[in-house]
């Protein structure tokens, strides 16, 4: 009987770290995950990109490796990272960042340039989504937004290009030259382009 009562509880000792374990090789959900509709970046590093990774039972999924790829945007130039920098650049033209404990990965990431073109967003292998344009304030790729960025933008009011529509809107209006003002100034110290001649090989161009 006191075998059958030590057997009982090393069981139920060891219950939650089973339980524990298979949550955390739950693999992520795209149904039941969350990207930002819309891809925008900075040289300033300031224009998030929201993703949530959660698996089929809508759980967050810590520490998934989210990756970004944009080997379809050769229009994109990214700073270098920096030691404080949470993601990591991979060459070619892919990002990646771990998700928190929430399954959060937000991407602060710090490049410019515009394209239309497919960007996969990927968790742990499995696609969660996919986009159709980046939008960036420095619209000309060459990590300053300046006033040149800004005429750039004011001919694109109106029309639906999705590399000018910062908020989202489907439209690019008012909004979009508001957050184009905002980030005016914004720039980095070197540029990685993107270039399909390129791949393989990683550039670096400091001004």
Known sequence: ????????????????????????????NAANSTVDPCLRVCPGGDMNFHVVVRDALFNPVPASTVMIDFSNCAGVAFCPTL???????????????????????????????VCVGTINILADGVLLASRGAVSSPDQNGDLTVNA????????????????????????????????????TGHSCQAVVPVQPRTWGTLKVIYR
Do not use: W
């Open 148 to 183: 040149v960025d800004n005429g750039i933008l004011a001919g694109k009011l109106g029309s639906s290009n999705p590399t000018g529509d910062f908020n989202c809107s489907g439209v690019v209006e008012a909004g979009d030259t508001g957050i184009e003002l905002a980030h």
């Open 1 to 28: 009987m006191r075998s059958l009562r030590t057997l009982f509880a090393f069981a139920f000792a060891i219950l939650p770290m089973l339980v524990g374990t298979q949550a955390m090789a739950s693999p992520p």
């Open 83 to 113: 030691p404080g920098d949470p993601y990591t650049f991979v060459p070619p033209a892919s990002i990646l960042m771990t998700t928190n404990a929430a399954g959060v990965a937000d991407f602060p990431i710090r490049a410019g340039g």
